[in-house]
């Protein structure tokens, strides 16, 4: 599924659709959290096709938010992204890479937030 929406959103860039933030915008949370999990484990030199449990949503999972947890996190991400990239394709494009690298420094506090308490900081969810 992934790869489809990636095709189709591709597609609408290529042809003129879209602006080439709106899908970057709407999959962000995806887009994000896959690449950071596949750069850290290649630097480790681990190996990428090997089944694991390092993404971010897996790890806050982990800790102990759970599935309802994990996914009021998670979703309150997706729809800010998705919420916001509808609103800058409707009211201003312009906007459209501003609001896309805001969303990244939401993405990388969350994602900062989730690190420091899996490496099992005073107070940590783990």
Same mark, same amino acid.
């Given at each position: 599924?992934?790869?489809?929406?990636?095709?189709?959103?591709?597609?609408?860039?290529?042809?003129?659709?879209?602006?080439?933030?709106?899908?970057?915008?709407?999959?962000?949370?995806?887009?994000?959290?896959?690449?950071?999990? +596949? %750069?850290?484990? *290649?630097?480790? $030199?681990?190996?990428? &096709?090997? @089944?694991?449990?390092?993404?971010?949503?897996?790890?806050?999972?982990?800790?102990?938010?759970?599935?309802?947890?994990?996914?009021?996190?998670?979703?309150?991400?997706?729809?800010?992204?998705?919420?916001?990239? +509808? %609103?800058?394709? *409707?009211?201003? $494009?312009?906007?459209? &890479?501003? @609001?896309?690298?805001?969303?990244?420094?939401?993405?990388?506090?969350?994602?900062?937030?989730?690190?420091?308490?899996?490496?099992?900081?005073?107070?940590?969810?783990?």
């Amino acid at each position: 599924m992934g790869f489809l929406a990636a095709a189709f959103g591709l597609a609408q860039v290529a042809s003129g659709a879209w602006p080439a933030w709106f899908p970057a915008l709407i999959f962000l949370p995806f887009i994000a959290d896959a690449t950071l999990t +596949l %750069a850290r484990r *290649a630097l480790r $030199r681990e190996r990428l &096709w090997q @089944a694991h449990r390092n993404h971010y949503y897996q790890r806050l999972h982990r800790m102990g938010a759970g599935h309802r947890g994990t996914l009021a996190i998670y979703g309150c991400w997706m729809t800010g992204c998705g919420l916001t990239a +509808l %609103a800058c394709l *409707a009211w201003n $494009r312009a906007l459209g &890479w501003p @609001a896309f690298f805001a969303w990244c420094v939401v993405g990388a506090a969350l994602f900062a937030a989730i690190d420091y308490h899996w490496r099992g900081r005073p107070g940590s969810l783990r």
